[in-house]
Nanobody, 121 residues
Framework: QVQLVESGGGLVQAGGSLRLSCAASRSIFSFSAMGWYRQAPGKQRELVATITSGGKTNYVDSVKGRFTISRDNAKNTVYLQMNSLKPEDTAVYYC???????????????WGQGTQVTVSS
């Protein structure tokens, strides 16, 4: 069973920075893409950023220029660097991974347990 373990959340003032980490229990090359989602109270979970196995990145418009997703293949870890944080970034942030088509669990999507990010005004 694949595990994704997030860390790095916390409380920060507006304008501050946080870096989230998502450590996978197997090689991240086994995932076609990994990403970060977030869910604020009373709202639906939304995509924040994704990165493919080839390194292509994608961001929701509201975080472009402020957030950066990256990966460390040797550590099987994906990061989300969040700068210039705003109160509206407050949410539980979840790591997500889609198993690659050449894997036996192709088509499976895995989720982490989530980490709370709170931005005070």
């Amino acid at each position: 069973q694949v595990q994704l373990v997030e860390s790095g959340g916390g409380l920060v003032q507006a304008g501050g920075s946080l870096r989230l980490s998502c450590a996978a229990s197997r090689s991240i090359f086994s995932f076609s893409a990994m990403g970060w989602y977030r869910q604020a109270p009373g709202k639906q979970r939304e995509l924040v950023a994704t990165i493919t196995s080839g390194g292509k990145t994608n961001y929701v418009d509201s975080v472009k220029g402020r957030f950066t997703i990256s990966r460390d293949n040797a550590k099987n870890t994906v990061y989300l660097q969040m700068n210039s944080l705003k109160p509206e970034d407050t949410a539980v942030y979840y790591c997500n991974a889609d198993s690659h088509r050449f894997m036996s669990d192709s088509g499976t999507t895995y989720w982490g347990q989530g980490t709370q990010v709170t931005v005070s005004s």
